[in-house]
Antibody, heavy 120, light 107 residues
Framework: QVQLQESGPGLVKPSETLSLTCTVSGASISPYYWSWIRQPPGKGLEWIGFIYARGNTNYNPSFGSRLSMSIDTSKNHFSLKLTSVTAADTAVYYC??????????????WGQGILVTVSS | ATQMTQSPPSLSASVGDRVTITCRASQDISNDLGWYQHKPGKAPMLLIYAASSLQSGVPSRFSGSGSGTDFTLTISSLQPEDFATYYCLQDYNYPWTFGQGTKVEIK
């Protein structure tokens, strides 16, 4: 059974860096695509970006240069870093896997999410 | 960015009801659309991908249709475990975007 587990600090101070890791168990991190998604309190879901097992990335432009992702195939995990956070970055952060079926994507496994609060 | 307009934002329905949720894309997204069920504190769950393909293990009362800009998720006979929030997601144009969600509540 494939499982994804987000981990990281639940509280980050404004202007600092939010760092999260998603650890994958039950499957190799290769050769899939891995996304981060977030949900601010009381709002809908927002796609943050994805990373491929080979390290290729695609980010939501709304995050500008604040965002970076990395992947460590030896540890079967991937990570998110978001710099210069503000209260608007307070959200539940999810990681998810998507695999290709033909030319379509199946977002077939998701983590349960981690609440990150930005506050001093 | 492609805007996904999902409706209704919420609905009340009874067990056994037929429920329909729609998503409209601001531009053509072919059939690159998925539907997800989300319960509080749980991981979102894929129901439908490629607009109309049922994900393995998902009950057949869920179905999807549409292409281009207009899409529909139908639950043919609502069950108690179906009360949740449902989202559409387009992964055709970057940035990928979600609908605002439809909360299905018990009448």
């Amino acid at each position: 059974q494939v499982q994804l587990q987000e981990s990281g600090p639940g509280l980050v101070k404004p202007s600092e860096t939010l760092s999260l890791t998603c650890t994958v168990s039950g499957a190799s991190i290769s050769p899939y695509y891995w996304s981060w998604i977030r949900q601010p309190p009381g709002k809908g879901l927002e796609w943050i970006g994805f990373i491929y097992a080979r390290g290729n990335t695609n980010y939501n432009p709304s995050f500008g240069s604040r965002l970076s992702m990395s992947i460590d195939t030896s540890k079967n995990h991937f990570s998110l870093k978001l710099t210069s956070v503000t209260a608007a970055d307070t959200a539940v952060y999810y990681c998810a896997r998507h695999q290709t079926t033909g030319r379509w994507l199946q977002w077939d496994y998701w983590g349960q999410g981690i609440l990150v609060t930005v506050s001093s | 960015a492609t805007q996904m307009t999902q409706s209704p934002p919420s609905l009340s329905a009874s067990v056994g009801d037929r429920v329909t949720i729609t998503c409209r894309a601001s531009q053509d997204i072919s059939n690159d659309l998925g539907w997800y069920q989300h319960k509080p504190g749980k991981a979102p769950m894929l129901l439908i991908y490629a607009a109309s393909s049922l994900q393995s293990g998902v009950p057949s009362r869920f179905s999807g249709s549409g292409s281009g800009t207009d899409f529909t998720l139908t639950i043919s006979s609502l069950q108690p475990e179906d009360f949740a929030t449902y989202y559409c997601l387009q992964d055709y144009n970057y940035p990928w975007t979600f609908g605002q969600g439809t909360k299905v509540e018990i009448k």
